[in-house]
């Protein structure tokens, strides 16, 4: 709020190895916000654009990065999978404040395989994965109890066995095309660098904060 102001001068020189690998500065950034602390630090908000053409935004946790992609876990009925699936355009930020840092990503999301969705889902905890059927993702619920009566009836039906993946439940992956770091310096002179792709590589520019 206007009150609020803080001098930035943690989040130090950003420093790319490799335009060429866009997304290893990222997992640095990401194990340095887990060993200080962070809570949940592979939050980030993916934004998606509706039939209409409005953009929507939600917190998802991102489960995977690898090469020049990184990747989510959802309900393949939910509002934003629905979205992807018409618009592919979708956008990326994580924001650590305590390390003053920012990435942007954007670029293309597609439907993970089974086989890496099947491997998540049977890494995860049993009340997770029960909590996936139960749970219609996105669209509307008569009261909360109706929620826990689902639950309750999963956990039984599955009582004894393996929770199987959900036909419904999947993740996407994204392809991204510009990854922009941001780092928080004194005087609001804070650092920009952009990766951008260019066809089969990489180019790196800085902005004005
Ligand atoms: C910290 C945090 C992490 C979340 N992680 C996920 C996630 O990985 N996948 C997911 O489907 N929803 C996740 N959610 C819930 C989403 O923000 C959102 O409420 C839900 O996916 C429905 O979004 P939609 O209606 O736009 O599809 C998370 C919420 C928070 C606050």
């Excluded at 039906?157 to 959900?166: A, D, I, K, M, S």
Aim: glycine fraction near 6%; charge should be negative; hydrophobic fraction near 30%.
């Amino acid at each position: 709020m206007k009150g609020d102001r803080k001098e930035y001068r943690d989040g130090g020189e950003i420093n790319v190895e490799d335009p060429n690998d866009p997304l290893d500065l990222l997992s640095r950034w990401i194990q340095e916000a887990r060993e200080k602390g962070a809570v949940e630090p592979n939050s980030m908000t993916l934004a998606t654009i509706d039939a209409s053409g409005a953009p929507r935004s939600r917190v998802v946790l991102l489960k995977f990065l690898e090469g020049e992609e990184i990747g989510f876990f959802t309900n393949l009925g939910s509002d934003k999978a629905i979205e992807i699936q018409s618009t592919p355009a979708v956008s990326a930020t994580i924001w650590w404040p305590e390390m003053e840092r920012q990435v942007r990503m954007e670029g293309t999301a597609y439907e993970m395989k089974r086989p890496q969705v099947e491997e998540y889902h049977s890494s995860r905890p049993r009340k997770s994965r029960i909590a996936a059927w139960a749970s219609d993702q996105s669209r509307s619920l008569e009261s909360r109890e109706e929620l826990l009566r689902k639950f309750e009836e999963t956990e039984c039906e599955f009582e004894g066995t393996e929770v199987p993946l959900p036909p419904f439940w999947g993740g996407f992956r994204i392809t991204v095309d510009r990854v922009e770091y941001w780092s928080g310096r004194p005087s609001r002179l804070h650092d920009r660098v952009v990766l951008t792709r260019k066809g089969d590589s990489w180019s790196e520019s800085r902005l004005h904060p």
